[in-house]
């Protein structure tokens, strides 16, 4: 184990090299100042785990890119927007998006009526698959083999693709 002032010198050695590379994952000077500052605290809580046979700087860069990823990952959870419509089709929308102008709102609504037609079988996993979920969680949701899900997945959107052709142009 490394002794405390030798720990806290090497880390305060890397903090330009800590800042570039904190940089690097967020393109804001702010943003990074707060992962820097977020990684030499969560480095000095956990200077226990540290031993001198580890890699110093690849074992501090490596908590600021798992730091980067969690706050990556909790920024996304937040932004998930809860959609209240019947078969969840808003839920993957941009504010921005078509759905704003009549043309995008009438497309939208020949695409559920067409959806309206498919048996459940199709339908519910199709939903499912726009709603976000993914092929083993739709499996696991309707008690079916994974296969069964890709296929029925693949054929609704086909179907849809034909019965929508008009669209194409």
Known sequence: MATDSNFRNNLLNLQQNLMSFAYQLTSDRDAAADLLQ????????????????????GWVFTIM???????????VRQAT????????YLLNTAEESSLQNPEGSLAVKEINAVL????????????????GYK???IAEELNLPVGT????????RKRLREQLAAYAY
């Open 135 to 137: 092929y083993s969680e």
């Open 116 to 131: 309206a037609t498919f048996d459940d079988d199709f339908r519910v996993p199709f939903n499912m698959h726009v709603a």
């Open 149 to 156: 899900v890709k296929s029925r997945i693949f054929f609704a």
């Open 65 to 75: 890119r798992n730091i980067f990823i969690n706050n990556y990952r909790r920024q």
């Open 81 to 88: 927007i809860v959609d209240t419509t019947e078969d969840l």
């Open 38 to 57: 977020d990684t030499t605290l969560k480095a000095l809580d956990n200077e226990d785990k540290y031993t001198a046979e580890t890699n110093f700087k």
